[in-house]
């Protein structure tokens, strides 16, 4: 019901800044919770961001609060996180996810929809 892809990904050097966005369709997009998560070479996906469906509720991991910003553009159903200050351990595969959480807003199990991922990848 709900189809995400993700774009912006791409090769940066260590202190650069990257916009990621995802596209997102269906009628429910603007009841949905929208999260960025991440899974980098030989670990598992991790949390990075999440936004409420409002836009007023945004909640971070703290190794990248502070450098990354989440939000989301309900009329054009977009969400984007804007990476400033990339290190080489921000190199992942970024995935958009959506989904109405319920008990823990940080666990990739509460997000029914996922994006296909784009690679990010920091040179140091």
């Known amino acids: 019901q709900v189809q995400l892809e993700e774009s912006g990904g791409g090769l940066v050097q260590a202190g650069d800044s990257l916009r990621l966005s995802c596209a997102a369709s269906g009628r429910t997009f603007s009841r949905d919770a929208m999260g960025w998560f991440r899974q980098a070479p030989g670990k598992e996906r991790e949390f990075v961001a999440v936004?409420?469906?409002?836009?007023?509720?945004?909640v971070y991991a703290r190794n990248v609060e502070g450098r990354f910003t989440i939000s989301r553009d309900n009329a054009e159903n977009t969400v984007h996180l804007e990476m400033k200050s990339l290190k080489s351990e921000d190199t992942a595969v970024y995935y958009c996810?959506?989904?109405?959480?319920?008990?823990?807003?940080?666990?990739?199990?509460?997000?029914?929809?996922w994006g296909q991922g784009t690679q990010v990848t920091v040179s140091s």
């Open positions: 996810a959506a989904g109405s959480p319920k008990r823990n807003m940080r666990e990739k199990t509460e997000y029914a929809y």
């Open positions: 936004i409420t469906a409002t836009g007023g509720g945004r």
